[in-house]
T-cell receptor
Framework: LAKTTQPISMDSYEGQEVNITCSHN???????ITWYQQFPSQGPRFIIQ???TKVTNEVASLFIPADRKSSTLSLPRVSLSDTAVYYC????????????FGQGTTLQVKP | GAVVSQHPSRVICKSGTSVKIECRSL??????MFWYRQFPKKSLMLMAT?????????EQGVEKDKFLINHASLTLSTLTVTSAHPEDSSFYIC????????????FGQGTRLTVV
């Protein structure tokens, strides 16, 4: 299973764009890249998923370079409510379906 | 999106008793469910993978007799913490996937277990 590496924490201010990069050097050919958001005492919430290039939805964008060894979650114009832990995961495509969580990135948005 | 419901959201039990946590997929059939444990300010730790109709697969270091998992139907998996001790106090989270349809996993809201 691909191991992911993310910054432990990031600080930002309201209205700024935040980019969180995740390294996954051992990603398998069939693996998808998925990002989750977690607030305290809640289960993780799906943000975005991609396989290659760029994916955009109503809350975020996901940039994946051609070698797929990293990915960047982009949150446009963050607000205080975006303060949370963000997890990058790979490996959803495997037959076991296991999702192994890395340490995640704690994003603190300041006013 | 698909919904996974976990119950109860919070439970307090006495040492030595057993506690059952339910995880239900409300609008899809979950061929596979996962149980996680999370300590304060830590990441989610996978405990076991539960496949419908077969025995659960436990991660290394997780006691199968301590954490009983049953996946009796395509919409329900249960985790029973047996003979609970204070060190079992934690946040337990389930996740469900339909391996036959899409690569997304859906998570329950979590259960806060406190053993006193």
């Amino acid at each position: 299973l691909a191991k992911t590496t993310q910054p432990i924490s990031m600080d930002s201010y309201e209205g700024q764009e935040v980019n969180i990069t995740c390294s996954h050097n051992n990603i398998a050919t069939n693996d998808y890249i998925t990002w989750y958001q977690q607030f305290p005492s809640q289960g993780p919430r799906f943000i975005i998923q991609g396989y290659k290039t760029k994916v955009t939805n109503e809350v975020a964008s996901l940039f994946i370079p051609a070698d797929r060894k990293s990915s960047t979650l982009s949150l446009p114009r963050v607000s205080l409510s975006d303060t949370a832990v963000y997890y990058c995961l790979v490996g959803l495509s495997s037959n076991t379906g296991k999702l192994i969580f890395g340490q995640g990135t704690t994003l603190q948005v300041k006013p | 999106g698909a919904v996974v419901s976990q119950h109860p959201s919070r439970v307090i039990c006495k040492s030595g008793t057993s506690v059952k946590i339910e995880c239900r997929s409300l609008d899809f059939q979950a061929t596979t469910m996962f149980w996680y444990r999370q300590f304060p300010k830590k990441s989610l730790m996978l405990m076991a993978t539960s496949n419908e109709g077969s025995k659960a697969t436990y991660e290394q270091g997780v006691e199968k007799d301590k954490f009983l998992i049953n996946h009796a139907s395509l919409t329900l998996s249960t985790l029973t913490v047996t003979s609970a001790h204070p060190e079992d106090s934690s946040f337990y989270i389930c996740s469900a996937r339909d391996l036959n349809d899409g690569a997304e996993a859906f998570f329950g809201q979590g259960t806060r277990l406190t053993v006193v």
